[in-house]
């Protein structure tokens, strides 16, 4: 099969979820399409099935899927499932996947705001824990990224 019978699959399956086990293969699914969403815009189209696909596991899924999408649909969809995803594990995975790989420079003003929501009006204390933990983690690469560069300049 052609790499447009694939894409063509793969956006019937997301479309179409299934009771039971099937968000085993949806979350696989949505693996791959991460690979996708910067080649296709056909498959940043389906970015907004899967953030409302029934499973909350589906969901976490694409949290981390997003990192690897053009800045302004990472942005946007990232700031929903962090906040206003009905489930808290998958608002606490919406940020945490940002710990995930190499940090994205072109999102962190995104993060930085999601970070300012969350902690401003977020009221599950699971969410709030990972929302701190990833301010610190976040925060400690500048920071040592920062003395780096004012060591340099002093030297």
């Not at 063509?8 to 086990?21: H, K, M």
């Not at 389906?46 to 969901?59: E, G, N």
């Not at 694409?62 to 995803?85: G, Q, R, T």
Request: aromatic share 6%.
């Amino acid at each position: 099969l052609g790499s447009l019978s694939n894409d063509r699959i793969l956006a019937l399956r997301l479309r179409r979820p299934e009771d039971g086990d099937d968000l085993f293969v949806r979350r696989e699914l949505v693996r791959l399409l991460a690979a996708r969403l910067t080649k296709s815009r056909r498959m940043l189209d389906l970015i907004p099935v899967v953030v409302k696909d029934p499973s909350p596991f589906v969901r976490q899924q694409m949290a981390s899927a997003l990192y690897l999408a053009p800045v302004k649909a990472a942005a946007y969809w990232l700031h929903y499932l962090a906040c206003e995803d009905p489930v808290p594990a998958v608002r606490a995975s919406a940020l945490a996947a940002s710990l995930e790989g190499e940090p994205r420079r072109d999102l962190w003003d995104a993060l930085l705001n999601i970070l300012v929501h969350t902690l401003e009006s977020e009221s599950n204390e699971f969410v709030v824990r990972t929302a701190l933990l990833v301010a610190v983690k976040t925060i400690e690469p500048a920071e040592d990224s920062n003395c780096e560069d004012r060591a340099e300049s002093n030297s």
